[in-house]
């Protein structure tokens, strides 16, 4: 019997993210040797209010980013439109993070978890989903990494469901692209949303499958962090960092879902763009050296791959 059934989902999921927010702070305060994140408490004045944490100028990351948020109110007639539904009344609460190191041989991640719920007149629980995932954004590619990133979110995914796995790492492709550069941001991950419990899958099911991914984020990434950090790089190295990183801000800007729903709920600016890197280039029309440790990067994110 899950351990979940008889709790109150909202309760328990916002514990976890708290908790798991602590707990990545606490591993990469670790292996910054030093440096410490600000803590940053904010109230929405429509309800609710979160916990922005930033790590500026690291040893090791220029610049991350890990909040929980927790947050309420009514739906405008814009985003109801957006969900294609009658109700109004919602809670959202999610962790959403983003670390961009300052080597340009460590990958940059995101991952995100959130729950949502809509309510009727009588704050009755109406509809409710999960969302999130994550996914790796390397500015120099490393296969070997690329595939225990991916191996660690399929292993969590086969332990539900052997379907999740390949079912979200489409999912994960087709949305973190970016259409009008016809590549994809990164090499992939895992992304779902809208996941809601039905005849066949309960509620509480799903709130251990997300947990357990969100659980799992340490263990795919910060492996990665400590076998590259201490590689040598040089200058034009760093600057195609910042070209690609220029990619990203586009994706973020341009496409990103998370982004909209922020801006379009009020959300708070400064948690909502924290996603964006400290240090940014664009060139005109800068293309890399073909067959180049820059090109080869560039090939594969025109092309979903199969990384494992």
């Known amino acids: 019997m899950s351990k979940f059934i008889r709790n109150n989902k909202k309760e328990i999921f916002v ?20 440096e410490k994140f600000i803590k940053d408490n904010w109230v929405r004045e429509e309800g609710g209010g979160g916990l922005t ?11 991350a980013g890990v909040n ?32 961009h190191p300052l080597s340009p041989m460590v990958p940059t991640v995101h991952a995100n978890y959130r729950y949502f719920e809509l309510y009727d007149e009588q704050g009755k629980v109406v509809s409710q989903w999960f969302g999130g995932g994550s996914d790796l954004t ?26 999740f796995y390949p ?16 590549e994809a941001r990164g090499i992939g991950g895992i992304f ?6 039905t005849s066949q899958v309960s509620s509480s099911f799903l709130l ?29 190295q760093k600057k195609w960092q910042e070209i690609r ?24 600016i400064e948690s909502i763009f924290m996603s964006l890197p400290k240090t940014v280039r664009w060139e005109y029309d800068h293309k890399p050296e073909p067959n180049s440790e820059e090109d080869k990067l560039v090939q594969v994110l025109k092309t979903p791959k199969d990384w494992i």
């Open 192 to 197: 779902f949303d809208y996941l809601k419990p």
């Open 15 to 34: 514990k976890h993210i708290l908790d798991m927010q602590q707990q990545i702070i606490v591993t990469v305060e670790e292996i910054e040797s030093g």
């Open 53 to 63: 944490c930033i790590l500026n100028n690291g040893k090791v990351f220029e610049k």
């Open 167 to 182: 079912k979200y790492k489409k999912a994960c492709d087709q949305y973190f692209y970016n259409h009008h550069r016809k």
């Open 138 to 163: 390397p500015h120099y590619l490393f296969e070997e990494d690329a595939a225990h990133f991916h191996q660690v979110q399929k292993d969590i995914c086969d332990s539900f469901d052997t379907d």
């Open 68 to 99: 929980t948020s927790q947050v309420h109110g009514k739906l405008n007639e814009s985003m109801q439109a957006y969900f294609k539904t009658e109700y109004q009344d919602f809670f959202a609460c999610g962790l959403s993070l983003v670390m």
């Open 208 to 236: 251990e499958f997300v947990t357990a991914l969100s659980s799992s984020f340490t263990a795919s990434y910060l492996p990665i962090v400590l076998k590259r950090k201490n590689l040598h790089y040089n200058e034009e």
């Open 245 to 268: 990183r220029g990619r990203y801000v586009e994706f973020n800007l341009i496409h990103d879902k998370g982004t909209l729903f922020g801006l379009k709920t009020n959300g708070r």
